[in-house]
């Protein structure tokens, strides 16, 4: 299983800024709106992405949760 930073791509030493701009990036490119027009696979695909990606954020962006998490 990855964890939250293999997910959002940074390093464990990320900083909030850092963070930010990883989920921005991620949730932009594999937001669920944007698959309008494709397969179904390919949806149920980026919406379980997506929100991998905003359990990610969640945790990792408040710093008591990040605490608990490492």
């Known amino acids: 299983m990855d964890s ?20 921005r990036t ?5 937001h669920p709106d944007k698959t309008q027009g494709q397969t179904q696979a390919t949806r149920d695909y980026h ?9 990610s954020n969640e945790i990792l962006s408040d710093p008591e949760k990040r605490i608990t998490y490492d």
């Open 26 to 30: 991620l949730s932009l490119k594999h």
């Open 47 to 55: 919406t379980e992405k997506f929100k991998k990606i905003n359990n």
């Open 4 to 23: 939250h930073y293999d997910i959002l791509g940074v390093s464990v030493l990320a900083t909030q800024a850092e963070i930010s701009r990883a989920y």
